[in-house]
């Protein structure tokens, strides 16, 4: 495998971060965009009562958002979740509508083709789709690409500028829409806010409730990192690098740092192996 092809201009890298956590907003200072997801008012995977979300505190969630990353040099992006039926994208309409009023406009990561950045759920894996493109001003490629697949989208990509790639989190791999607990059995768990599905090999895939209420979200069972590759991605035209921090720790965000520690080359191989 070789890059005698590519040739582009070096860009400057950025970073974005993925989150639905506002203690990050507070300590995240180093990134170009974050994308912000709002999370469900309860986070207790129960989807089986009334499912009608909370429009006010969505509108609240993002305001303090907002009053939280005042004078800080990221913008914010808000993410909308990666499957949205009829009820929802009312819901979430209303609710731009509302921020709008108020003087809160807000830029829109969404798979639904109307957005402004796109999400790694859209499955782009070409460049004629990152072409046909034209109004999204980041798109996110699938994560689920060989390298060569990278290398090649790279060599043919004529905006590279807009190409961004997932390289550290948990991947979501679907949503059901099937409770996981009867009301009966939910009532009989102490802890409600931390639920796995485990495999065979005891893998575990952490579980979390969607905003709409009404499906469930299932995260890979174990982080997606690109750690070591970062500095090829780099050196074959990616400049563009996202840090995925939905559902995480407080400190997670320190994650940007490894990664431009490592793009920067100081950080050696033994410290790369704790995070690859």
């Not at 969630?61 to 800080?72: D, H, P, Q, R, W």
């Not at 500095?231 to 400049?239: D, E, M, R, V």
Request: overall charge negative; glycine content about 4%; charged content about 30%.
């Amino acid at each position: 495998m070789t890059n005698e092809k590519i040739d582009h201009d070096e860009n400057p890298i950025s970073f974005s971060f993925y989150t639905n956590n506002l203690n990050h907003l507070k300590k995240i200072d180093n990134v170009r965009r974050v994308y912000l997801e709002i999370p469900p008012e309860h986070n207790d995977v129960d989807i089986t009562g009334p499912n009608t979300p909370n429009i006010n505190y969505m509108v609240n969630f993002i305001k303090e958002a907002l009053e939280i990353s005042y004078g800080k040099d990221y913008e914010i992006i808000w993410k909308w979740p990666d499957i949205t039926h009829d009820k929802l994208i009312k819901t979430l309409n209303k609710v731009r509508g509302i921020l709008n009023k108020m003087h809160y406009s807000l830029p829109i990561m969404t798979g639904n083709f109307n957005g402004e950045y796109g999400p790694y759920s859209m499955n782009i894996t070409n460049t004629e789709s990152l072409e046909s493109l034209e109004n999204y001003r980041i798109i996110t490629l699938s994560p689920e690409l060989t390298k060569k697949d990278y290398e090649d989208i790279m060599n043919n990509a004529g905006n590279p500028q807009k190409i961004e790639m997932l390289v550290q989190g948990s991947v979501e791999l679907m949503k059901s829409r099937y409770s996981i607990l009867s009301k009966k059995e939910f009532k009989q768990i102490k802890n409600r806010n931390k639920f796995y599905l485990t495999d065979r090999k005891n893998n575990r895939y952490p579980i979390h409730k969607s905003i709409s209420q009404e499906e469930l979200e299932i995260f890979d069972d174990s982080d997606l990192s690109l750690i070591n590759e970062i500095n090829h991605l780099k050196k074959i035209g990616f400049c563009n690098f996202s840090i995925d921090g939905r559902w995480r720790d407080d400190e997670y965000y320190k994650m940007i740092d490894i990664y431009k520690q490592a793009i920067n080359g100081n950080i050696n191989e033994k410290e790369l192996l704790k995070y690859s």
